[in-house]
């Protein structure tokens, strides 16, 4: 199983930016399907955005526009860029691979990154 470790959240006002990275590790990164989730207090885990190992992207309704994922197969990283935040932004974000293995799906998830968008 790949393992996964986020960086880059912390506190950022309403409008600004924060780009997240997630290093993948002991697995062949480019076979994986790649997202961000997040939780925010008292709420359930939401898909935020993915991309699979064939490069397509998928985003939720409520970030299109402002947010970018990316993947570096080659750095085995995914990227989350966060514009135009807002304060309903505020979650803990983590980082997921999922692979397809002989019919079944294998899923591994990062420790998770505090984002916080506040005045």
């Known amino acids: 199983q790949v393992q996964l470790v986020e960086s880059g959240g912390g506190l950022v006002q309403p409008g600004g930016s924060l780009r997240l990275s997630c290093a993948a590790s002991?697995?062949?990164?480019?076979?994986?399907?790649m997202g961000w989730y997040r939780q925010a207090p008292g709420k359930q885990r939401e898909l935020v955005a993915a991309?699979?190992?064939?490069?397509?992207?998928t985003y939720a309704d409520s970030v299109k526009g402002r947010f970018t994922i990316s993947r570096d197969n080659a750095k085995n990283t995914v990227v989350l860029q966060m514009n135009s935040l807002k304060f309903e932004d505020t979650a803990v974000y983590y980082c997921?691979?999922?692979?397809?293995?002989?019919?079944?799906?294998?899923?591994?998830w990062g420790q998770g990154a505090q984002v916080t968008v506040s005045s």
């Open positions: 002991g697995g062949i990164f480019s076979i994986y399907d």
């Open positions: 991309i699979d190992s064939g490069g397509t992207i």
């Open positions: 997921k691979a999922r692979r397809l293995l002989l019919g079944r799906n294998y899923d591994s």
